[in-house]
């Protein structure tokens, strides 16, 4: 059969059998279906390592219709997708190339932008508010309780958006958080975080079961729709600018924030990395060129002349 045959098969065992999200699938489907393009969908054993050659030179000189050039990053996520196909045939006894022959491009370590000190401090505050403020206004009251748990739990947007009330235990300070792959993970929410999330949830008096929710003065407050990832992104950038941090700064800096935080302070990296739901130490190992503080101690050591 050609190659085209297996793909739907092995995308009903992505979500399936992997668990993977439909983002994930929807974004598999597309990389396999321009991969099937290329090489004009042949049987699994003619894909050969110069077919796989002849790709990633293609995926390299790509360029869409305004002129666009994939990324590094991008063009592994193609490869990524084909491996797993190949890895599912190979599973199947079906011939074909081996996954572990497809090399990924060597990538520039990520860049890790984080907020601490003052600037930190400035976007906490950046909704106006502060403990002894009985301001009418829930959308301060929701937005400091937004930011303080991004900063307490290293949440990412889609997860922070997803919540539900029932999901946050307000009295044992932790919750269980179902991440990415389905990862279930649990976090913790710090005395500020689980404070401003008391004030918000009861100045509440909808039915609504989100977390989260839109609280529009138009409609005099009577919007509950749930906060979208979009939605808080937007927020944060509106506080970040606020508060004047000339840097682009998104939920996902105060994920970094988070994670270089407890870095710094000590904590051991296997422990960051089971509260980012991070599925390899490789991942989590970005923050570890920031926080190293025994450099800074090794250079004052071995690198210091007297004038």
């Known amino acids: 059969m050609q190659l085209k045959n297996y793909l739907a098969d092995f995308l009903d065992y992505l979500e399936i059998e992997r668990n993977r999200s439909k983002q994930t699938v929807r974004n598999y489907d597309f990389y396999l279906r321009r991969f099937l393009d290329f090489v004009h969908n042949p049987r699994p ?58 090399e990924l491009a060597k990538l520039p370590m990520r860049q890790v932008q984080f907020l601490e000190g003052s600037d930190l401090e400035r976007l906490l505050a950046a909704p106006g508010i502060d403990a002894d403020d009985e301001n009418p206004d829930i959308i301060s009251f ?17 997860e922070l958006a997803n919540l539900k009330r029932k999901d946050v235990n307000l009295k044992r300070d932790e919750f269980g958080i179902r991440g990415k792959g389905g990862k279930l993970r649990v976090v913790f929410l710090s005395n500020q ?103 800074k101690e090794i250079h004052k050591k071995f690198h210091y002349h007297k004038n």
């Open 45 to 102: 054993d003619q894909i050969s390592s110069d077919t796989v050659r002849r790709y990633r030179l293609w995926l390299n000189r790509f360029t869409d219709k305004f002129g666009n050039e994939l990324n590094k990053s991008t063009q592994n996520y193609h490869l990524i997708a084909l491996r797993s196909f190949l890895k599912y045939l190979a599973k199947r006894d079906i011939k074909t190339l081996t996954a572990e022959k497809i």
């Open 142 to 158: 929701r937005d400091k309780a937004i930011l303080e748990l991004f900063f307490s739990t290293g949440l990412r947007v889609s």
């Open 193 to 295: 975080a689980r404070f401003w999330l008391e004030k918000y949830l009861a100045k509440r008096d909808d039915a609504s079961d989100a977390l989260f929710v839109r609280h529009d003065r138009a409609s005099g407050y009577k919007d509950f729709e749930a906060l979208t990832p979009r939605s808080i992104e937007r927020l944060v950038i509106k506080y970040a600018i606020a508060a004047g941090i000339p840097k682009n700064i998104t939920p996902h800096t105060l994920r970094h924030s988070f994670a270089t935080d407890l870095l710094l302070n000590g904590a051991d990296i296997r422990a960051v990395q089971e509260m980012l739901g991070h599925s390899s130490i490789t991942t989590t190992q970005i923050y570890t060129h920031i926080t190293n503080k025994g450099l």
